[in-house]
């Protein structure tokens, strides 16, 4: 039987991985994984895993039926119960179903949620945007104070700074309570039905269906209209504005670089309130690397109690292009520290008995076996080993090993006793 691969599988890659290149060092991934999570740690957040699919209907309700995630970009399919289940394309709808059938409410109405993973989305593949991406993400249930606000987009930009990421000033906007933000989509709607000539086939459908995702438009003729369209800070309710005007005030003193942006609603009906964004210069048009908002009315659409909830996240493989484009650093892969040569029998069994013990001070440690020692000392090099030890039964019975520093190619004996101490305290004194 022929096998072949369908047209079009490797659209769902990141080009880099198309070609084996930059993407395949997983060291890059391992490291902003690493200040991701400690972040979340360092915060107060506890990690939550969901399931890679859910029941569709926790999508359409959580997001919105109307919304271009559920609308055009789920991946949804018909299993053998005849159930509708979809692949998640975004983690706060999962979170908050959680949250609720996991009993979580039942240890405290206030909790602190990060999650980690990938996610789904069918769109054209380009530069910043695959089917199969991954996200972090951190959700704050339990307090409406414009203080848990402000400390989310400071968390926010302290990824960025920990990454050394430039960043454009943080994006801000309110979108008002329920009945704040109707009155706003029915004046919008009037706006856009006087200039639908003006439209595009997409734009009059969103006029029509969900004005607020007219907002997004990328359309540069839309985006031009939209300079005449009403505010969503002039419809905002009383409560709502004291809420935004003192988070603005927050960020002023915090001395984080902001500037509100009125037609900012980010992409998911379930936001309310505050909605913020991150962008950056170097991705072109898919720009934003972080956002995210309130949607205090969430929980309670999935069976939970109205409790108040704000969160963000965070795409990593923009993430990781940026950090490529802006030319940050990253720690190379972790290296052997010591690599060993062994040559007989007793000497395998020497060496696996030192490898154990180095590997549990965690040193890290290798052992390779070549048919010649200049190939056995070309794999040291390709593995960017410190040094470089041959063990044979000569070296075991004289009680000395030669070490061969494998960057300057300097040598020097050390005794068979003294090995494992010597190497640990070289170890601590390169401070690794």
């Known amino acids: 039987m022929k096998f072949s691969i369908p047209r079009g599988t490797f659209d769902l890659l990141p080009e880099g991985m198309k070609s084996g290149q930059k993407w395949r060092e997983s060291s890059r991934w391992h490291f902003v994984e690493e200040q991701m999570r400690q972040l979340a740690f360092d915060y107060g957040y506890q990690e939550v895993r969901t399931p890679i699919f859910e029941y569709t209907s926790l999508f359409v309700r959580g997001i919105g039926e109307h919304s271009d995630i559920v609308s055009k970009e789920m991946y949804t399919f018909v299993d053998k119960g005849s159930r509708s289940l979809s692949l998640r394309p975004e983690g706060t709808a999962s979170v908050m179903r959680a949250f609720v059938q996991g009993g979580m409410q039942s240890r405290g109405v206030f909790r602190k949620l990060f999650y980690m993973g990938p996610f789904f989305r069918y769109d054209r593949p380009q530069s910043g945007r695959y089917r199969q991406f991954h996200q972090f993400g951190a959700e704050m249930i339990g307090d409406p104070l414009p203080i848990r606000d402000f400390e989310l987009i400071e ?64 359309d ?181 090993v030669c070490l061969k520093e494998m960057h300057s190619g300097a040598k020097s004996e050390v005794g068979i006793s003294d090995l494992f101490s010597f190497l640990i305290q070289r170890w601590e004194e390169d401070g690794l």
């Open 220 to 400: 540069p003729k839309e985006r031009e209209l939209l300079k005449g369209a009403p505010s969503l800070l002039d419809f905002c309710d009383h409560e709502s504005r004291l809420h935004f005007d003192i988070l603005c005030g927050l960020l002023e003193k915090g001395n984080i670089p902001f500037c509100i942006d009125s037609q900012l609603v980010r992409g998911l009906d379930y936001y309310s309130r505050t909605v913020f964004e991150v962008d950056t210069e170097d991705l072109g048009a898919q720009n934003a690397v972080g956002g995210g908002g309130r949607y205090d009315g969430l929980l309670a659409k999935f069976g939970g109690s109205d409790l108040p909830s704000i969160g963000f996240a965070v795409g990593m493989e923009r993430i990781l292009s940026v950090m490529e484009c802006q030319g940050c650093e990253i720690p190379p892969a972790p290296v052997p520290f010591v690599l060993f040569i062994p040559k007989g029998e007793q000497a395998d069994q020497y060496v696996l008995s030192l490898l154990y013990r180095l590997r549990c001070q965690h040193i890290p440690s290798e052992m390779v076996a070549a048919k010649t020692l200049s190939k056995a000392l070309q794999i040291a090099n390709q593995l960017r080993a410190r040094m470089a030890i041959v063990i044979g039964d000569r070296e075991l019975e004289e009680r000395r």
């Open 155 to 218: 968390m926010l930009c302290e990824l960025y700074r920990r990454l050394n990421v430039k960043i454009s000033p943080v994006k801000i906007n309110s979108l008002g309570n329920a009945q704040s933000r109707e009155a706003y989509v029915h004046h919008l709607r009037d706006y856009l039905s006087a200039h639908l000539d003006q439209l595009t086939p997409e734009g009059r459908k969103r006029a029509q269906n969900n004005p607020l995702r007219f907002l997004d438009s990328k």
